[in-house]
């Protein structure tokens, strides 16, 4: 069956970094676009970053770029988010999705505070 792990959350003081990891499992993860989003308390869901089927296109929202980095890997059925200069307005739950058929992983804790 569809499996998607993240790891890699934590607690990290303003400043710091931290990179997720997305394992997946029970599909062709080489052959779907990828995507982190991440969700605030008492704030909707939002898209963080979005990589291609072969990592050439990338697509960051507004308020993370220049921060954040997304990768993947494809013979280790991995993807990434690199996440530097950390703000506590990036304080969330990371989730990592498969776009389509849409599958949800069960989300990792990033707290940025001091």
């Known amino acids: 069956q569809v499996q998607l792990v993240e790891s890699g959350g934590g607690l990290v003081q303003p400043g710091g970094s931290l990179r997720l990891s997305c394992a997946a499992s029970?599909?062709?993860?080489?052959?779907?676009?990828m995507s982190w989003y991440r969700q605030a308390p008492g704030k909707e869901r939002e898209l963080v970053a979005s990589i291609s089927q072969d990592g050439r296109y990338t697509n960051y929202a507004d308020s993370v770029k220049g921060r954040f980095s997304i990768a993947r890997d494809n013979a280790k059925n991995t993807m990434y988010l690199q996440m530097n200069s950390l703000k506590p307005e990036d304080t969330a739950v990371y989730y990592c999705?498969?776009?389509?058929?849409?599958?949800w992983g069960q989300g990792t804790q990033v707290t940025i505070s001091s």
């Open positions: 999705k498969r776009t389509w058929p849409t599958y």
């Open positions: 029970g599909f062709t993860f080489s052959s779907s676009t």
